[in-house]
């Protein structure tokens, strides 16, 4: 069975590892809203998390980065007084950095450079960026737009947020294999990460929304919310910033029965109810693979492919 996933971040890559457990043929839709470039290096936070937690070089304790990191690049540009100190690169993720920038300078899409960093990692699903065109998420807030990275790194998301912008989304293309892949999907899943600046970029570029909805495969959701609460990071100031309250069913009618053919929330939702959109609930902490498979065989279940 050929399962896409729309995923960003670390919940998202710890979602794909339950969904590879399972033994499916995965193609993984990430977000590349929080690509950015500094110190002259092409950043993409999300594409790297998803490849180094499936590659096994994932620092699992600090939730980001690679395991085993060393920080001397970073501590020689503190000490040059080099802007910005406040985005820490560490010297494994720098050497990523490094041939990603330099395969992109070369004129290679983001696709085929992921393609490439993946064939070191070996993440045993297909990743594709959201689009091949730079795409960035922007904070507006206090009358100025920052980076994403920005905001949430340095300004750990205290700085009032007014709006996000996705710049470059309008006028950026699907990349190459996203649509196909969608269109050949049997099973479509919204993976647990935040609905407002993980998956809402990947579903502003025009022709992946569109394509969810024309989908012959069943788009089963799962909720990033639970008991009223994000499992981590800041999707709450996420969602109240865009006026969507901090909930299951919030996050559930954010997405909408257009686009959800399900919607899967935590037990202590049990009681959401989403227009429209079939509910159901079970226990959505990943504590471990097994448990993450678990979630996603329920997905399955809920769309009618067990």
């Known amino acids: 069975m050929h399962v896409v996933v729309l995923a960003g971040g670390i919940g998202g890559a710890r979602f794909l590892l339950g969904v590879r457990e399972l033994g499916f043929d995965v193609t993984a839709v990430v977000n590349t809203g929080d690509d950015v470039t500094m110190h002259g290096l092409r950043i993409c936070p999300d594409l790297d998390s998803v490849m180094y937690t499936l590659g096994g070089g994932a620092d699992t304790e600090r939730g980001w980065g690679r395991a085993g990191e060393s920080w001397v690049i970073k501590e020689e540009l503190a000490a040059y007084g080099a802007e910005p100190t406040w985005f820490g690169l560490g010297d494994k993720d720098v050497a990523t950095h490094l041939v990603r920038t330099r395969m992109l300078a070369a004129g290679n899409p983001l696709s085929t450079v992921v393609a490439a960093l993946c064939d070191r990692w070996q993440p045993g699903i297909r990743m594709l960026p959201m689009s091949d065109e730079r ?3 922007h904070v507006v807030t206090e009358g100025r737009a920052i980076h994403f990275q920005e905001w949430w790194v340095r300004h750990r998301g205290r700085v009032p947020a007014e709006r996000f912008v996705f710049t470059g989304a309008a006028e950026a293309k699907p990349a190459a294999g996203v649509l196909d892949a969608i269109a050949s999907a049997d099973l479509i899943l919204l993976a647990p990460s935040n609905p407002v600046v993980s998956i809402a970029p990947i579903l502003a570029v025009p022709g992946i929304r569109e394509a969810l909805v024309d ?12 008991g009223g609460a994000p499992v981590r990071g800041m999707a709450d100031r996420c969602l109240a910033t865009i006026g969507v309250e901090v909930s299951a069913a919030g996050v559930g009618a954010l997405y909408g029965s257009e686009l959800l053919d399900g919607w899967l929330v935590d037990d202590s939702d049990a009681d959401t109810a989403v227009e429209g959109v079939p509910v159901r609930s079970r226990p959505l902490w990943m504590t471990d693979t097994a448990a993450t498979a678990g979630i996603v065989r329920e997905a399955v279940d809920l769309a009618g492919l067990s």
């Open 135 to 137: 795409v960035e998420t």
């Open 215 to 226: 989908a012959s495969a069943p788009v089963i959701g799962v909720s990033p919310i639970i």
